[in-house]
């Protein structure tokens, strides 16, 4: 169904019409998980190294896709990952994410402009230039995938930070200075997922022992022993990230303040082991058994701020055990007769939050070997490719010295091929293997000299 699909759009496109289908994949991915991919105008498909990209959905504006089948495409090991894109003149993808921080990594390469055999041969730097802005906030202004690549068919990819707080990432491609914007996949992760309450409620001593507290904006905590009026502690209850979600840190983030004095007192966050409890229902007389262990310290003064506990411990061993909820108890157990008073999730703004970092700070955002924008050196270019006899090298400028070229088929045996005596470092080289006895199928072209090794991927039709 969606080849059919994408056949139809393409149909549509040759003819001139308004293609308006908006095809989506039969895989939904879970909502809370902490890495999505999409294959831009592709079906799904999965790289050698397990990365997962599911196909072309989210998406919105003039619906328009392109597809290259077979091109050997430089600096990645799944060319096929770039046989496809979204590309008109305005689109946007709108991915709903769990609210946080995220990296947004965008994948490119320039199948048309410079390449040969296609109407965009003559086509190079400035061909297409374009915008992206991600949140409504500008991250590319007349981005060229042909300048940031160093050529065309080579892939390329870019990432940036973006903060969601609507539980959508908003992803806009605009025209810019020259043709239409492109992309061939999207890579979300999310570095900090943000989980809101499922219940929270106060619950009070005394007289106050049967009474629920429930739909009040405060959560309340406050300790004197010889007046058990006065006591009141807290209950929040969060959601459990899903099983496959790593699970780096773990912070209770409480918005409030000592509303008692100046004093900076310590307040304590202790585990709770029954998820049962309602936030309508909860009192003092029916709460959830008071458990000893504490599993986050914060010292809170009279300012208002966001106050942190450290639970990590707490979740991760809550969702050992498989628990899908997580509920804590905010307490002094020191008797100061100091009131602390935060906002619960009724309060409007700056509700509870359950942070959960999901990767470390200089983690990889992937393992794909890309040629990115920060690469030392440019490597040269073999075209046409696939290769039927003739064929030519545009040399990368980081050779020196005499260049050697050899074959490498996939059974790993090496052939050299003669060097054209004008060889030089940063310009084309002339090659003819017609009769040479080259069996058909994919090789790697070698080239060394004195300063630089590199491999090209090729491909030897009939």
């Known amino acids: 169904m969606r080849q059919f699909l994408l056949r139809l759009q393409f149909l549509m496109i040759c003819l001139g019409l308004s293609a308006t289908l908006c095809a989506q994949s039969d895989e939904t991915p879970s909502f809370s998980q902490t890495t999505l991919r999409i294959n ?3 079906d799904n498909f999965t790289t050698g190294t397990k990365q997962h990209y599911i196909s072309d959905m989210y998406y919105a504006g003039i619906n328009r896709t392109t597809y290259n089948p077979g091109a050997i495409i430089v600096g990645t090991t799944s060319d096929a990952l770039y046989w496809t894109a979204r590309s008109s003149p305005a689109f946007s993808y709108n991915i709903p994410v769990v609210n946080g921080e995220v990296t947004v990594t965008l994948h490119f390469a320039e199948t048309y402009f410079g390449v040969p055999g296609t109407k965009g041969e003559k086509g190079g730097v400035g061909s297409r230039r374009f ?5 409504g906030k500008r991250q590319l202004t007349n981005y060229d995938i042909f300048a ?16 969601v707080t609507d539980n959508v990432l908003n992803i806009d491609f605009l025209t810019g200075a020259a043709d239409q914007p492109k992309v061939c996949a999207i890579e979300v992760r ?23 507290f429930g739909t009040s904006p405060n959560l309340d905590v406050k300790t004197l022993s010889n007046d058990p009026e006065i006591s009141r502690d807290s209950y929040i209850k969060f959601p459990m990230p899903s099983p496959e979600t790593p699970i780096v840190s773990a912070k209770l983030r409480l918005y409030g ?17 029954d998820n049962s409890w309602t936030e309508t229902g909860i009192t003092l007389n029916n709460a959830p058994e008071l458990s000893p262990r504490a599993h986050g310290i914060t010292t809170v003064n009279d300012g208002y701020q966001y106050y942190e506990f450290n639970v990590t411990r707490f979740v991760s061993e809550s969702r050992q055990l498989g628990s899908t909820e997580v509920s804590f108890r905010i307490s002094d157990p020191n008797d100061r007769n100091a009131r602390f008073i ?11 939050q359950l942070v959960i970092q999901t990767v470390y700070g200089n983690a990889r955002l992937g393992q794909e070997e890309i040629v990115s924008e920060a690469q030392e050196k440019q490597p040269s270019t073999v075209f046409p490719n696939p290769i039927k006899g003739q064929f030519t090298v545009a040399l990368s400028a980081e050779h020196a010295g005499p260049i050697s070229f050899e074959m490498i088929n996939a059974a790993g045996k090496s052939r050299t091929i003669s060097a054209p005596q004008n060889a030089k470092p940063g310009e084309s080289a002339e090659f003819n293997i017609a009769g040479q006895s080259f069996n058909t199928g994919i090789y790697l072209l070698k080239i060394k000299s004195d300063t630089f090794t590199e491999v090209v991927k090729t491909l030897i039709s009939e």
Request: hydrophobic fraction near 35%; glycine fraction near 10%; charged fraction near 20%.
């Open 40 to 42: 831009a105008g592709g």
């Open 131 to 135: 915008h992206v802005n991600v949140e």
């Open 148 to 163: 940031k690549a160093g050529g065309a068919m080579r892939a390329n990819k870019i990432s940036f930070p973006a903060t």
């Open 190 to 212: 999310t570095q900090n997922l943000t989980f809101s309450p499922i219940a929270d409620a106060f619950v009070r001593g005394g007289i106050y022992s049967d009474a629920n």
């Open 257 to 273: 303040h000592n509303h008692q004095d100046a004093r900076k007192i310590d307040v304590f966050v202790y585990e709770v082991n």
């Open 342 to 352: 935060f906002n619960s999730k009724e309060a409007g703004s700056n509700p509870p």
